[in-house]
Each structure stands twice: as structure tokens, then as C-alpha cells.
């Protein structure tokens, strides 16, 4: 069965700071990756998204993310954190080639930003 | 702006009553999905639909079913309510009305959060 781990559980970083957060996942095929960000209060949404092409993304505020297949990782960085960063990061996957399929998500990062 | 809208965002409900958890969108998505969260834990899928085809995950219990009368509403019932059902339940829809991949962005609703007394 599919699984993503996020190791990072919760981060604390001061502004400015450069943030990287871990995703690991388990399924041997064809994968789309996804990173969802859920700001206090608000509702999950995609920071960014890969499935194929270029394994460097970029996404919405400044984040990218780096798919290393041989790694099975699709980590998330951004060079300078900003205290509007404070949310839960989580990172999900799919199986690609299909009409549909449920995203497998992790268990979350939360991350602090303090100013 | 269109959206993922869910009533109510708070649900109390007693144990063993059957409570309805509903969600709208007017993103005119073919496939809407629920999840279920736990505290700390991730969103986990119970069910799709993909258009009217109804697609129940094998691990969702019996207690959980959903409706889809229309393509911008999708109803979950829960019948009897027990103490481990508490948990925020995320709607969320993605594709287009001719279909949908895999790859497609899924939107998600605010949630509505249960407790079961």
C-alpha cells in the first residue's frame, strides 16, 4: 500500500530563515506528488504539484519543491520564510495514469514563524 | 468567488444519531470526495464519486454513506455515531464536468468538525 511520511512533525524557525521540509512516499509506479498548505483557520489548498517534466517546481509564494525519483522524495524549500508562512504543510501523492485516484496524504508539518 | 462550501462547520451530535454532513460547490467539478481527520493525523479518503459512480474506499466502515443527487451537492450520513467518529471531515472536488485525471487539483471545503457526545 501507498504511504508518504513527513518526518518534520512540527518546525520553528525565525524569519528569514530557510526552510526545508521532508516527503517521502512508497509506490514503485508512476506518482503524482502534491504539497497542500491549510493557513490558521482556512481551508487545505495546493502550494504546488508535480507529474511531469521538470523535477524542480515552483509553486505559489516563493515555494518550490525537488522530485528526486530515485529517492522517492518530493521535499519542499523556500529560501526565506516569512511569518504569513505559519501553517500545516502537507504533502500527498497519487498514482499517475488514472482517471482518478485518492490522494495518500502524510501526516502534516506544522510549521511556526516567528518574527 | 467559486468554492467548496460545507454545513454546518460544527456538528454535535449524540451517540447512535444519525447526523448529515453536507457539501456544495460551484466549481462544476465532475468528482467530489470525503475525507476524514482525525487530530494529528492525516486526511483519509471514505469515498468518491467520479460524476453518478459511487466509490467506497474498502476500509470505510458501513456506518459512513453519501449521496450525490446532483453534480453540485454530496451529502455524508453517518448512522449511528460512536465516539471514535469524532474528526473534522474535509469535501473536496476536482476535474471538469467531461471528466477528471488523476493529476487534476482538488479543492477543499473549510470542513466541518463532529463531536459525538
Redesign the interface.
Known amino acids: 500500500a501507498q504511504s508518504v511520511s513527513q518526518h518534520n512533525h512540527h518546525v520553528i524557525l525565525s524569519e528569514a530563515a530557510s526552510l526545508e521540509l521532508g516527503c517521502n512516499y512508497s509506490y514503485g509506479g508512476t506518482v503524482n506528488l502534491f504539497w497542500y498548505v491549510q493557513y490558521p483557520g482556512q481551508h487545505l489548498q495546493l502550494l504546488l504539484k508535480y507529474f511531469s517534466g521538470d523535477p524542480l517546481v515552483k509553486g505559489i509564494k516563493g515555494f518550490e519543491a525537488e522530485f528526486i525519483k530515485s529517492k522517492f522524495s518530493f521535499n519542499l524549500r523556500k529560501p526565506s520564510v516569512q511569518w504569513s508562512d505559519t501553517a500545516e504543510y502537507f504533502c500527498a501523492v497519487n498514482r499517475g495514469n488514472y482517471n482518478t485516484d485518492k490522494l495518500i496524504f502524510g501526516t502534516g508539518t506544522r510549521l511556526q514563524v516567528f518574527p | 468567488d467559486a468554492m ?1 462550501i460545507q454545513n454546518p462547520r460544527y456538528q454535535v451530535t449524540q451517540f447512535g444519531k444519525p447526523v448529515t454532513l453536507s457539501c456544495s460547490q460551484t466549481l462544476n467539478h465532475n ?1 467530489m ?1 470525503w475525507y476524514q481527520q482525525k487530530s ?6 471514505l469515498f ?1 464519486y ?1 460524476d453518478k459512480d459511487f466509490n467506497n ?1 474498502a476500509d470505510t466502515p458501513d456506518n459512513f454513506q453519501s449521496r450525490r443527487p446532483n453534480t453540485s451537492f454530496c451529502f455524508l450520513d453517518i448512522r449511528s455515531p460512536g465516539l471514535g467518529d469524532a474528526a473534522m471531515y ?1 469535501c ?1 472536488t ?2 471538469g464536468l467531461a ?13 466541518t468538525r463532529l463531536t459525538v457526545l
Open positions: 467548496v468528482v470526495y494529528s493525523q492525516a486526511p483519509k479518503l468518491h467520479y474506499e474535509l473536496a476536482s476535474g471528466g477528471g485525471t488523476s493529476t487534476d487539483t482538488q479543492y477543499f471545503g473549510p470542513g
